[in-house]
């Protein structure tokens, strides 16, 4: 196996604390997206999408998105679990991912695609372009906002996001809490449930994969 990565990229960072927390090791191939490698035919070979990261296995067969990467590690190495234990465990861990995916880190991306020079016309990933829109900074600001807030009341009744576990979620999350710290938003203001949970998964070996 070989893993596409970059190592300031918010998703990678998910497989690195992934594969720390499972304490495996395998080979990594830079991908620089500030050079935007991303898009060169050799890159694109590996992943028409044109992001990372990419999970290469043996038998050449490609994996893009972070879920289906780190479930993949998770059927090869069961323990620790990280994606819950029991149909309801599973679920929930899948549920939160989710909701984390859908709603967090795509307005944290609103803000900083929209804003930031270095995205100019590349407000998605992938081989089209597309212009910045400057109304969206101030709405994704707005969503990346009320989606902390949801994480506030999920935590204030949880210690970990998918339930009394750390999880595939909380990695998710982890991720996207300092993806907004980008854009000047800090998820733990004046929410103590997050910034309660913010130290505690802070404090793991993993999070500096
Ligand atoms: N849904 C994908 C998202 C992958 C993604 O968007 N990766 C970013 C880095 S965090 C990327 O490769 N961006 C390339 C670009 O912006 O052109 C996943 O779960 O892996």
Redesign the pocket.
């Known amino acids: 196996m070989r893993l596409f990565d ?1 190592s300031r ?4 960072r998910r497989v690195r604390m992934f594969l720390a927390e499972k304490g495996m090791e395998i080979p990594r191939v830079p991908v620089n ?1 500030y050079r935007m490698e ?1 898009l060169s035919p050799e890159f694109l070979a590996i992943n028409p999408g ?4 990419v999970l290469e296995l043996d038998d050449g067969t490609r994996l ?4 289906a990467i780190c479930h993949y590690l998770e059927s090869v190495q069961p323990e620790p679990r990280l994606f819950g234990q029991g149909a309801k465990g599973e679920a929930l861990v899948l549920m939160w991912n989710n909701i984390v995916e859908a709603e967090g880190i795509p307005s944290a991306a609103e803000v900083l695609r929209n804003l930031s020079p270095g995205f100019r016309d ?1 407000v998605f ?2 081989t089209v372009d597309y212009p910045q829109l400057p109304a969206l900074v101030q709405r994704g600001a707005i969503r990346t906002q009320q989606f902390f807030d949801r994480m506030q009341a999920r935590l204030a009744e949880s210690p970990f996001l998918a339930g009394e576990a750390f999880s595939f979620a909380d990695i998710t999350l982890l991720a996207t809490v300092d993806f907004a710290k980008w854009v000047e938003i800090d998820a733990t203001h004046d929410r103590p449930a997050v910034a309660r949970w913010y130290a505690s998964v802070k404090s793991r070996p993993s999070v500096g994969a």
């Open positions: 970059f990229a918010p998703n990678p997206l991303q044109g992001t990372v990261p893009t998105e972070c879920l590349r990933p992938g």
